[in-house]
């Protein structure tokens, strides 16, 4: 079974904010919430992470539910740059079991 | 800091074939990851090391392939010998430290092909 669910595909208008959704209903108490994203040809790159509390970096926001079934992760202002795959990925980092597993992602198209 | 380097960034073999990716993590890290990327399988971590020793090598798909790390500043992936199914772009990331492991940073990667 998915760890996560997110929609395959979103669009975004340039400067306007991009909220991307995923679920995570498995999480357990333990396991963070990574986000991560992969701009077309390149490797990906960590954008945030959070276990229950709001995040928020140069990058991104990360908002968390309180019973941490979900996570949206915000852009901002999104530009043309950050049109990518993103990932979400729960993960604890100890052992194994800590790996980070990625899914299909959601693919954001920011148009101008 | 240049970030993790890969090399080859392209590669081109034919079946049967010995090939070997190199990777140069990024300076102090201590965590070092090889992933790769295909259509159908998505990203899949292969091996990772942890000063330098593995500890993780259950998504290895199988015994052509081998990675090592023989010193803190350099690891192959090595496929011999090769199959077309391998062909595939692999990437390696380092992260430091066991709290920071998956906050990693991924090199641009090798593109391989298997003809």
């Known amino acids: 079974d998915a760890k996560t669910t997110q929609p395959p595909s979103m669009d975004c208008a340039e400067g306007r904010a991009a909220n991307l959704p995923c679920n995570h209903s498995t999480i357990s108490g333990n396991e963070y919430v990574y986000w991560y994203r992969q701009i077309h040809s390149q490797g990906p790159q960590y954008i945030i992470h959070?276990?229950?509390n709001n995040e928020t970096n140069e990058m991104a926001s990360l908002i968390i539910t309180e019973d941490r079934k979900s996570s949206t992760l915000i852009l901002p202002h999104a530009t043309l740059r950050d049109t990518a795959v993103y990932y979400c990925i729960p993960s604890n980092y100890g052992g194994s079991q800590g790996n980070l597993i990625f899914g299909k992602g959601t693919k954001l198209s920011v148009k101008p | 800091d240049a970030g993790v380097i890969q090399s080859p960034r392209h590669e081109v073999t034919e079946m049967g074939q010995e090939v070997t990716l190199r990777c140069k993590p990024i300076s102090g890290h201590d965590y070092l990851f090889w992933y790769r990327q295909t259509m159908m399988r998505g990203l899949e971590l292969l091996i990772y090391f942890n000063n330098n020793v593995p500890i993780d090598d259950s998504g290895m798909p199988e015994d052509r392939f081998s990675a090592k790390m023989p010193n803190a500043s350099f690891s192959t992936l090595k496929i011999q010998p090769s199959e077309p199914r391998d062909s595939a772009v692999y990437f390696c990331?380092?992260?430091?430290?066991?709290?920071?492991?998956?906050?990693?940073?991924f090199g641009p990667g090798t593109r391989l092909t298997v003809l």
């Open positions: 990331a380092s992260s430091l430290g066991l709290k920071v492991r998956n906050e990693q940073f």
């Open positions: 959070g276990l229950k």
